[in-house]
C-alpha cells in the first residue's frame, strides 16, 4: 500500500524555522518527483513546492522562494521542506503529494494526511 | 505566471442534478488540466487528468472537458456523497497552480 507521512509540523514564532518530512512507503520513490503543497485554514489549496525524481530540479511558489527548500534522501525514501523566516500567512496544513508519473510537472494522485504548522507570536 | 478561475465559487443543488463547474486558465495549457475533490476534513482526491481522463475508480457520473484555456467537470447527477470542494490545477509547468475551489453542496 503507497503511503505519505508527513511529520515535524508544529508551532513557531515568526521569523523561525521548522523542517518537514515526507516518509514514503509503496513505490519505488527514488523514480518519482514529489511535491508540497499548503492550505490555510478555511482556504484553498496552495502549490509550495516541487522536486525532480532525482533531486537535481527544485521548483517554488513565488510565496516561499527564498525561504522555503525542497530536498530529498532516495536512500531513506523521505522528502523534506525546510522552511525559514517563516511568516503568519505560512500558518497551513502541508501536504506532501506524490506525481502521477514521476515527471516534475504531474498530477498529485497520492497525498499525505497533513501536518500543521501554526506561525504565531 | 497563468492565473487559474474558477466558477461558481460555490453552488448549490438537488440530488439527481447535473452540475458543471469551469475552469480558465489566464494562458493556454493545452491539455495539463486536473481536477480534485476534497471532501470536508479529508485530503484531496485526483479524479481527473489531462483534462478528461478519469482516474481508476471515479464513478462515471464525473466527466471532464476541454482544452488551450476553457475546460470543465461536470458531475452528471450529483449524489449525495458528491459534497465536496472541487479544485483544478493546471501542471504543464512551474507553478503548478491551483484554482480557488468551487464548493458543492445538496440543496
Known amino acids: 500500500e503507497v503511503q505519505l507521512l508527513e511529520s515535524g509540523g508544529g508551532f513557531v514564532q515568526p521569523g523561525g524555522s521548522l523542517r518537514l518530512s515526507c516518509a514514503v512507503s509503496?513505490?519505488?520513490?527514488?523514480?518519482?518527483?514529489m511535491s508540497w503543497v499548503r492550505q490555510a485554514p478555511g482556504k484553498g489549496l496552495e502549490w509550495v513546492s516541487s522536486i525532480s525524481a532525482g533531486g537535481g530540479a527544485t521548483y517554488y511558489a513565488d510565496s516561499v522562494k527564498g525561504r522555503f527548500t525542497i530536498s530529498r534522501d532516495n536512500s531513506k525514501n523521505t522528502l523534506y521542506l525546510r522552511m525559514n523566516s517563516l511568516r503568519a500567512e505560512d500558518t497551513a496544513v502541508y501536504y506532501c503529494?506524490?506525481?502521477?508519473?514521476?515527471?516534475?510537472?504531474?498530477?498529485?494522485?497520492?497525498w499525505g494526511q497533513g501536518t500543521m504548522v501554526t506561525v504565531s507570536s | 505566471d497563468i492565473q487559474m478561475t474558477q466558477s461558481p465559487t460555490s453552488l448549490s443543488a438537488s440530488v439527481g442534478d447535473r452540475v458543471t463547474i469551469t475552469c480558465r486558465a489566464s494562458q493556454g495549457i493545452s491539455l495539463y488540466l486536473a481536477w480534485y475533490q476534497q471532501k470536508p476534513g479529508k485530503v484531496p482526491k485526483l479524479l481527473i487528468s489531462a483534462a478528461s481522463t478519469l482516474q481508476s475508480g471515479v464513478p462515471s457520473r464525473f466527466s471532464g472537458s476541454g482544452s488551450g484555456t476553457d475546460f470543465t467537470l461536470t458531475i452528471s447527477s450529483l449524489q449525495p456523497e458528491d459534497v465536496a470542494t472541487y479544485y483544478c490545477?493546471?501542471?504543464?509547468?512551474?507553478?503548478?497552480?491551483f484554482g480557488g475551489g468551487t464548493k458543492v453542496e445538496i440543496k
Open positions: 509503496g513505490f519505488t520513490f527514488s523514480r518519482y518527483a
Open positions: 490545477q493546471k501542471y504543464n509547468s512551474a507553478p503548478l497552480t
Open positions: 503529494a506524490k506525481h502521477l508519473n514521476g515527471w516534475s510537472f504531474d498530477v498529485f494522485d497520492i
